[in-house]
């Protein structure tokens, strides 16, 4: 019993010394970016990681999920250098918190949605083909925030399908959520972003062209108060040629970067 | 309101009501052989039911979806009977009732220990038969055990989570239970009903557990 009470004693003091001392020594904090991205972008990223870091000498974590769950963690004081959301609004949440390093918001990628399938053969080749009754659950990213859920609303919306086939909506948190049900087949189908339908063993069944959807937009912005030097290599980074290519090999429109 | 409170309040304690009923005969019936038999395998057969209550829930709703999702034959064997599980609330029942099983078992199967085995002895010699013993002696004297079992299991299931996102989903009016709807109104930005909801789950919580006092403190 004492010798535990000393054991648990000993533990409480280490706990409250770690609690003291910084998680990072001053002088090699500024060498490691949390990037807080889009869950859209994992392949992207995770690709053009390693010579981010070769190019720029910066560890880079990326910290991956819906873009609405990224914008209430940073607005909660997540320590999160770089901000990519796949949206505007999700990017407007942090903005509005005070939370975006002035001037640094761009507007990054631009992206298209996709229909997608599970691998039987359900023939779905335009939007109205989701009437079809084989088509039971279409899995989407949770159209209340998660960016690629609130495009799908929209595009189901400008075609009048949103009352008829909201029923059958599966919502998920990430946009790769939607994307692994209907990869496992529990879901019929899914909207997904077309970038998504490439990394994934689904049946693409069409991709939404550009002028019968929504405006799809992938801000950057780096976060208030966390400029640091080895952030703004990493940010400058990410609008380089050399990341700008990698986008492209992904299926990503790299916009030009300077206007909002 | 992104969502209804108390269509979502009164979903999630019909499914958790649901699931307890559907978990109590089998869950009693395993509590009771648990107590009173010894056979080969009894360790292995103890430990599978009490796995659910260690393992983490997400963990067990992967293996749930495994089991009924379209992967599996067993699924598959299902949705072709047009039984549609996966994403209905009929998952969400399974979740709750898997995770609340080890609970309403381990409790009864300790009020079923406590009963006097001469009870049932004297009744066995009277003629009784087996089920019958079970359902006018074992059972009776084992019913406050019974009871707090099952409002444990209730307990459990209403706070279900990691299991129910898995098979489930959170599908607002369809499959949306009240853990589950805190969870994605905080992450979708709407904390004020987040808090609502989580008012709400503060007040069944309140209700069950002077519930349980009271069944406690009435029965001595």
Redesign the interface.
């Given at each position: 019993m004492t010798r535990l009470a000393r054991i648990a004693a000993a533990v409480a003091v280490a706990l409250a010394g770690a609690a003291r001392a910084p998680a990072v020594p001053a002088a090699v904090a500024g060498d490691e970016v949390v990037v807080s991205a889009a869950s859209s972008l994992t392949d992207l990223l995770r690709e053009i990681a390693p010579d981010c870091e070769r190019t720029t000498g910066v560890r880079v974590r990326l910290n991956l999920g819906?873009s609405?769950?990224l914008?209430?963690q940073i607005v909660n004081g997540a320590p999160a250098d770089i901000f990519l959301s796949a949206d505007a609004a999700q990017m407007d949440?942090v903005e509005r918190a005070g939370l975006v390093e002035p001037g640094t918001r761009r507007d990054w990628l631009a992206n298209q949605l996709a229909v997608i399938v599970?691998g039987s053969g359900i023939p779905v080749s335009g939007p109205r083909d989701l009437l079809d009754r084989r088509v039971?659950?279409i899995a989407v990213g949770?159209p209340?925030?998660?960016p690629s859920g609130v495009y799908a609303r929209a595009y189901l919306e400008r075609h009048q399908l949103w009352p008829v086939l909201q029923d059958r909506?599966?919502?998920?948190?990430t946009v790769r959520g939607a994307l692994a049900a209907v990869a496992?087949?529990?879901?019929d189908a899914g909207i997904v972003f077309a970038t998504d339908a490439r990394v994934a063993t689904v049946r693409l069944a069409f991709v939404v062209p550009r002028d019968a959807g929504p405006r799809i937009v992938y801000p950057m912005a780096l976060v208030r108060g966390r400029a640091t030097p080895a952030a703004r290599k990493v940010f400058d980074y990410l609008r380089s040629e050399a990341a700008r290519a990698a986008c492209e090999r992904f299926g990503f429109i790299p916009l030009d970067g300077s206007r909002r | 309101m992104?969502v209804q409170i108390w269509e979502v309040t009164a979903f999630t304690i019909a499914v958790a009501l649901a699931a307890t009923l559907a978990t109590s005969v089998p869950a009693v019936l395993l509590a009771w052989v648990l107590a009173r038999r010894t056979f080969p395998g009894k360790a292995l057969v103890e430990t599978l039911a009490s796995l659910p209550l260690v393992m983490p829930p997400v963990a067990t709703g992967l293996l749930l979806?495994w089991a009924v999702?379209?992967?599996s034959a067993f699924g598959r064997a299902l949705e072709s009977a047009g039984i549609?599980v996966?994403?209905t609330w009929k998952a969400v029942v399974l979740a709750m009732a898997v995770m609340g099983f080890p609970l309403l078992v381990r409790t009864a199967r300790a009020g079923f220990e406590q009963v006097n085995r001469r009870y049932e002895a004297m009744a066995a010699t009277l003629g009784a038969s087996p089920s019958r013993i079970f359902l006018t002696v074992s059972l009776p004297l084992a019913s406050r055990s019974v009871v707090a079992g099952a409002l444990l299991a209730f307990s459990r299931a209403l706070g279900e989570f990691g299991a129910t996102v898995m098979v489930a989903?959170?599908?607002?009016g369809r499959t949306l239970t009240l853990p589950v709807a805190i969870y994605?109104l905080?992450?979708?930005?709407?904390d004020r009903a987040a808090g609502q909801l989580m008012l709400v789950s503060v007040a069944i919580a309140f209700a069950a557990v002077a519930a349980a006092n009271r069944l406690q403190s009435s029965g001595r």
């Open positions: 819906g609405n769950a914008a209430r949440v599970r039971r659950r949770d209340a925030a998660v909506l599966v919502p998920f948190a496992s087949g529990d879901a | 992104p979806l999702g379209r992967r549609d996966i994403f989903g959170s599908i607002p994605s905080a992450e979708t930005g709407h």
